[in-house]
């Protein structure tokens, strides 16, 4: 995707999971789609973009996401787990390694709930299209109550 995007003029670059906090700084924005919008304006998107939220929330930089109006949803998360699923180990790691390593626990969740306190705004095809994240219960309200 960096190499598309920078084919496009855009000046993009991959940053590694562990880096994340010291090249935050010179970020203007960072932008995330979602697997779904929950009632409190939280969000469930790939795991590893907590990090993502904490860093910007840290440094000061817009975190801002993408989400179409199918995914929006009334539910409100009970915990970072109420609406996560957990996937086999063996997509991270093979057998293999696990046998070397002593066997470890690996925790492969499939999503990531990140709270509406690190979103400063969600872009949607809604209306207006940009909703701060505390407007998305009333917003649900409005569009799902007749």
Partial sequence: MVNELQKCGITS?????????????EVKKVIVGASAVTADGGILTHPGNLAIA????EHKVPFVV??????????????QTSFNELLNASEIIDQE????????????????YIPPHFVSIIVSNIDSGA???????????????S
Avoid: W
């Fill in 13 to 25: 670059f991959l940053v590694e999971d562990t880096s994340i906090m010291s090249v935050m700084r």
């Fill in 54 to 57: 904490a860093a910007a929330k």
């Fill in 66 to 79: 993408l989400a179409g109006i199918y995914k929006l949803t009334p539910y409100y998360p009970t915990s």
């Fill in 97 to 112: 390694t696990a046998e070397k390593c002593g066997h470890p626990a690996v925790i492969n969740p499939r999503f990531a």
């Fill in 131 to 145: 909703f701060a994240p505390q407007n998305i219960s009333h917003l649900l309200k409005e569009k799902y109550t």
